[in-house]
């Protein structure tokens, strides 16, 4: 039966950029709700410190917990040989990190969508880098998760393989154990698509999953497909909701997932709008789990 874990959604800035959190007040009021996991973000400011690391594992485990999953963004699409470089020894520290913290999923990320690039030359140059860290992450076990993912806080521009043409071409580039997809449903309407479709193209592939839900503040998906300015644009008519009571239909992701054998971990992205929603997006997910796995 799949696992459910959580990822701090609400409390980013302030894990991440103001320190007016800290990690551990982020594990006592995780460790409340009805879940196995916490997915980690190689970005917390405390994650600086690698004497921490080992610190925050035991915190996580003494509450009957562990951290199934890293999140991190490396950009492996950029033209300068030397930056990609730096980009895979980043990627390594995360592996380790995420190695240390007991976990056995590691994110990667094909990288940004500059505009000079064209499709084949970007799918190249992320498959080589994520060839490049595989090794690595094999000796220590640590499963490589590509992610149909929107754009990091800290980009100048989107995701590369934000679009489901480049990013089924780019998983089906990278044949290894240790490589497969974490799924998204709602980063595919950030991309004006169907995440069922694309569900269903990589759902052999899907290890893990990320659930959220999205809902349209203004206008109708076809408005949102029809956007100027492409990805950029899309977010600006989509929020961040309670999990069941958006866009995403997860009897239909579910049927799917259950029909490939899918029995991994799930970790959800909401609680935007504070512990109670996150609460009851659990919940949501934990009968949604009973209904299809039990």
């Not at 076809?222 to 008519?237: H, I, Q, S």
């Not at 999990?243 to 579910?254: R, S, V």
Request: proline residues 4%; glycine residues 8%.
């Amino acid at each position: 039966m799949p696992k459910l874990a959580v990822f701090p959604k609400a409390f980013m800035n302030a894990l991440c950029k103001d320190g007016s959190m800290k990690v551990k007040e982020w594990i006592e009021l995780a460790v409340k709700l009805d879940i196995e996991g916490l997915e980690w973000y190689a970005g917390f400011l405390e994650m600086a410190d690698k004497k921490k690391w080992s610190l925050f594992r035991s915190m996580v485990e003494d509450h009957g917990k562990v951290i199934p999953m890293m999140c991190c963004s490396p950009d492996f699409t950029h033209p300068d040989k030397a930056f990609r470089e730096k980009e895979i020894v980043k990627q390594k520290n995360w592996i380790d990190m995420t190695y240390t913290l007991g976990g056995s999923y590691c994110r990667v990320l094909s990288g940004q969508r500059r505009p000079e690039l064209s499709m084949d030359e970007g799918v190249k140059l992320a498959a080589d880098c994520i060839y490049d860290c595989l090794p690595y992450a094999q000796e220590r076990h640590i499963t490589l998760i590509l992610e149909n993912h929107y754009k990091d806080d800290f980009w100048e521009y989107p995701e590369f393989a934000q679009k489901m043409d480049i990013f089924c071409q780019l998983v089906d580039r990278i044949d290894h154990p240790y490589f497969g997809v974490n799924y998204d449903p709602s980063n595919t309407y950030l991309a004006g698509e169907d995440p069922i479709e694309l569900l269903k193209r990589v759902s052999k592939r899907v290890v893990t999953m990320h659930a959220s839900d999205r809902y349209l503040k203004e206008g109708t998906l076809e408005d949102l497909r029809k956007e100027e300015g492409g990805a950029l644009g899309y977010a600006k008519r989509l929020s961040h909701g309670e999990i069941g009571k958006g866009l995403n239909d997860y009897d239909a992701i579910f049927t799917e997932l259950k029909r490939v054998g899918f029995d991994n971990w799930i970790s959800i992205e909401d609680g935007v709008d504070g512990m109670d929603q996150l609460e009851r997006s659990v919940s949501f997910l934990r009968k949604k789990i009973s209904q299809y796995w039990g």
